[in-house]
């Protein structure tokens, strides 16, 4: 039988996806008269396909078609086949019950080796290209990374996505259809500058425009009362403003194609392009300032907060992408189970996150004003439906929004909360009455509004009340969530918050990262491991094998030559291959400690500066990530990591014993270019600060030696790979928390740490930055007077531990052993388990 997904898929027939033939053909892919075809029927097909695509939906002849082009027809003919993988199915076309799975982000980057991957296609795509005389590797190059996502929150989300289709576990993810997405990175004389991403200038091939699911989304405007027979009093909320929310479906395809789910990403669109009246009284400009007020919406992700205008921009991203997928996921439930009684039976709402924490009032206003539930059903409903994942103990991102701003923009919700605030409230002073004179409890800990610096509703406690389940996502964290920022919440519901730690689909991050690595795992564990990534167990053995050893050694090798390629195509900096590749790739942020990292390399130069013949290991510290565009500190971190390139990386008495890279944009595309090409992976946040991590998964996983402290899930790879087989240094979150109370901890490591003293005194007085010596002092000052993130009382450890692994990289069979057992003992951080764990303890969902 059909399975459910084709509805979704098929409902509109083919996308339109004609591109724009206007651009200069310099960047065409070169065609050449078809060799003879392979033989192979798909390959026959296929090439027919992508043939038929180019001419009849792109209007481009084989001659005339750019890189860009042939991606496009290739796409669209692998979409035809997603689609005809959804007839394989055997369930029912109404599955007992689906996920629904909402977050901001979903970082999917680049589709095309996906969809191959999980077709069982990528040979025949590269037989039916070549026949056609294109490159297979420029095609996939030419698509660009989807810009719906930032970091590690939203490459989580497309992890996830991934294995519920392989794993047939039936959702939808829902999310924002952004024009510009964060923003693309570039480098100014060092300086981070940001420019809109342009990814869907040329369309989209792989999505399915759905006007007919089209959603009003409502903002302002008043709340008025009526009285029903029932002596009950309604509400019903008239919006100031409307926007249209209109869906885009991407199919997601699962492994070896055995089901298909759908992304469906919503983009703002205004009730009326224009308003005619206007524009003919002559004010063209004012005639469109709707459109562009309500298109402000799904245009970028994370607008600067720093403003008014910022903070409402983003509570109307926030709800108008929930609203939209709430009012979808409640309509399908109506139209194939009638009752919405029973919605909690059929239906598991993820929230990733707390951007989409007003679902709780959302849902709420759904089931009493549009489907005339009571107050108790409804929250009886929102509270077996809802669950929300936590991913960080930052205060900061634990979002709360003044209660001014909610009751202007969402008037019906803010009522909501209060109701349910009250409620919540009554019950807490209830139960404390009933507490003994030495079980005193502060009631203003848990109200879902914060009275103490201005009034604001706290969108964490929020979601937390609201969720039938919490959820950490690595051990520590889950433990963390219950001592801190949920810590009277959870005394009051201790079993509420569980823990499900993260991970990453080995489809995208080994099979398609690392192509190299795969075909040695399948030639030494069989090719089952393919579908079961704990057979990768069966490396270990040939960790002590010095041929194996040397083979996979040599793959490194292969994948540090071309991540050179890239490095010096996009820095101009040349790197030796056969240096040990020190790798930091991550958002920019304080507390991942790149200024850790930083402080060490400027050390490590005066070192070698002061002992130049000593036999030094050589390394390439390479950089990578953004930082958020109104974040002062982050941008000068990157500067700081380029102005210390620029004297390190042309300074001859130091030749290649030390060089310094930052790749600007980092992407998922990009990741996947330097993550097989790692030696160590930088893990070095302050402990008690990760939630998890994802990147630490995915260098491990291919073999890269973590360093890093005992925070999120590091904690849980050292447990897996084996203490002896990981670089742990600094305090862990205990130690943190108590150093944090003693007096003058910075000036203390400081004057214990020459080296320290040193390097923060080059770092201070300009000697990377000769044409400004006072640029990095606000870094400088920062951390011998306040030091939130403690890089100061780590240093030392740090710096030892990174002696200790240059040791270890001049015992290369020790070396190589630990790579390989890293990659052996990492199919537990895979993420099917993860999606297992959240279908059977949390959704109760079945999974075959």
């Given at each position: ?7 979704v ?7 339109d ?8 053909a ?7 008269k ?5 033989g192979?029927?798909?390959v ?16 481009k ?48 980057g680049?589709?095309?080796s ?38 590690g929150?939203?490459?989580l ?12 576990i039936?959702?939808?993810g ?13 480098l ?11 990814w869907?200038?040329?369309?989209n091939?792989w999505e ?15 709340v ?18 409307t926007?249209?929310?209109v ?21 703002a ?49 926030e ?11 409640v ?17 598991a ?14 849902l709420?206003?759904?089931?009493m004003?549009d ?29 709360t ?63 937390f009340?609201?969720?039938?389940r ?8 889950s ?7 949920f ?26 990262a690392?192509?190299?690595?795969t075909?040695?795992a399948?030639?030494a ?12 167990e ?24 071309r ?30 400690r790149?200024?850790?990292n ?6 490590l130069y005066?070192a070698?500066k ?13 950089f ?9 500190q982050?941008k000068l ?19 290649d ?34 939630a998890?991590?994802?990147?630490n ?9 973590t ?12 447990d ?13 979150a ?5 150093r ?27 000697t ?5 010596p006072?640029r990095?002092a ?6 011998r007077?306040?030091d ?27 070396w ?33």
């Amino acid at each position: 039988m059909l399975n459910e997904a084709l509805s979704v898929l098929v409902r509109n027939g083919e996308a339109d996806t004609s591109a724009s033939s206007a651009k200069p053909a310099k960047a065409a892919a070169t065609y050449v008269k078809p060799h003879a075809a392979t033989g192979s029927e798909a390959v026959v097909e296929l090439r027919e396909a992508i043939k038929a695509k180019l001419v009849y939906v792109l209007g481009k002849t084989p001659e005339a078609a750019r890189e860009r082009d042939w991606f496009a027809a290739t796409a669209l003919a692998l979409r035809d086949r997603i689609v005809d993988a959804c007839y394989g199915a055997e369930t029912g076309s109404v599955p007992d019950k689906r996920v629904y799975y909402l977050s901001l982000e979903f970082l999917i980057g680049r589709l095309l080796s996906d969809a191959m991957n999980n077709l069982g296609l990528v040979e025949a795509t590269k037989a039916a290209l070549g026949d056609l005389g294109v490159d297979l590797a420029a095609v996939e190059g030419a698509e660009p990374d989807a810009a719906l996502g930032n970091g590690g929150l939203g490459r989580l989300a497309a992890c996830f996505m991934e294995s519920m289709a392989s794993l047939s576990i039936p959702a939808i993810g829902y999310g924002i259809r952004y024009d510009h997405g964060i923003f693309r990175q570039s480098l100014e004389d060092g300086w981070q500058r940001e420019a809109p991403e342009t990814w869907l200038a040329e369309g989209n091939p792989w999505e399915f425009p759905r006007p007919e699911a089209t959603y009003k989304i409502g903002f302002g405007g008043t709340v008025t009362m009526t009285s029903q027979g029932d002596h009950h009093i309604r509400r019903h909320w008239h919006p100031a403003e409307t926007v249209n929310a209109v869906a885009y479906d991407v199919p997601i395809v699962g492994w070896r194609a055995k089901h298909v789910n759908v992304l469906r990403l919503w983009k703002a669109e205004a009730d009326a392009p224009v308003e005619l009246a206007r524009f003919n009284a002559g004010d063209h400009v004012g005639a469109v300032a709707g459109r562009a007020r309500a298109e402000a919406i799904s245009r970028v992700l994370y607008p600067s907060d720093s403003s008014a205008e910022g903070q409402e921009l983003r509570l109307r991203q926030e709800f108008f992408f929930t609203s939209a997928s709430l009012q979808d996921l409640v309509r399908r439930h109506v139209a194939e189970r009638g009752s919405l009684r029973s919605l909690p039976d059929h239906a598991a709402i993820q929230l990733n996150d707390t951007h989409p924490a007003i679902a709780v009032p959302e849902l709420m206003r759904i089931l009493m004003e549009d489907h005339d539930l009571t107050w108790e059903d409804a929250w009886q409903i929102t509270t077996n439906t809802l669950h929300y994942t936590n991913h960080t103990l930052l205060p900061e991102a634990l979002e709360t929004w003044p209660v001014e701003l909610m009751e202007r923009l969402l008037p019906r919700h803010m009522q909501i909360i209060y109701l349910i605030n009250w409620l919540h409230l009554e019950e807490q002073n209830k139960n404390a009455r009933g507490r003994g004179p030495g079980e005193a409890f502060d009631i203003s800990a848990v109200s879902l509004i914060d009275e103490s610096h201005g009034r604001r509703v706290r969108m964490g406690p929020l979601a937390f009340h609201g969720s039938r389940r919490v959820n950490g996502v690595s051990a520590l964290h889950s433990e963390l969530l219950k001592s801190t920022v949920f810590k009277d919440l959870h005394t009051i519901e201790p079993e509420k918050i569980v823990n499900k730690t993260n991970g990453i689909t080995f489809r995208r991050w080994l099979h398609n990262a690392n192509p190299e690595l795969t075909a040695l795992a399948v030639e030494a564990a069989g090719t089952d491991v393919l579908d079961d990534p704990t057979l990768l167990e069966r490396l270990v053995p040939f960790a002590d094998d010095p041929d194996f050893r040397k083979r996979y050694a040599a793959m490194r090798k292969t994948r540090k030559e071309r991540l050179a390629q890239v490095i010096a195509e996009r820095t101009g900096v040349i790197v030796d291959p056969s240096a040990l590749f020190d790798v930091q790739i991550k958002r920019i942020h304080e507390y991942k400690r790149q200024l850790l990292n930083l402080i060490e390399t400027v050390a490590l130069y005066q070192a070698i500066k002061q002992a130049p013949n000593k036999d030094w290991t050589p390394r390439v510290k390479i950089f990578a990530g953004k930082a958020a565009p109104s974040y002062v500190q982050a941008k000068l971190i990157i500067k700081l990591a380029g102005d210390i390139a620029a004297i390190v990386n042309n300074d001859p008495e130091i030749g290649d014993r030390l060089k310094v890279v930052f790749l600007p944009n980092y992407s998922v595309s990009l990741a996947e270019v330097i993550i097989p090409a790692a030696d160590l992976s930088e893990q070095i946040s302050t402990a008690g600060m990760e939630a998890s991590g994802t990147g630490n998964m995915k260098l491990a996983l291919n073999g890269a030696l973590t360093v890093g402290t005992l925070d999120g899930a590091n904690i849980e790879i050292k447990d897996h790979v084996g203490a002896d087989n990981i670089f742990i240094f600094g305090l862990d979150a205990e130690g943190v928390l108590a150093r944090v109370k003693e007096p003058d901890y910075a000036a203390k490591a400081i004057a214990a740490s020459p080296r320290l003293a040193a390097a923060l005194d080059a770092i201070g007085n300009g000697t990377f930055s000769p044409d400004d010596p006072g640029r990095f002092a606000p870094l400088v000052d920062e951390l011998r007077h306040g030091d939130r993130y403690l890089t100061t009382v780590d240093f030392e450890d740090y710096w030892r531990v990174q002696r200790e692994i240059d040791a270890a990289w001049k015992r290369p069979e020790t070396w190589w052993r630990t790579a390989i057992l890293n990659t052996a003992r990492m199919a537990w951080f895979s993420s099917d388990r993860s999606m297992r764990e959240y279908a059977e303890e949390i959704w109760r969902v079945k999974v075959a």
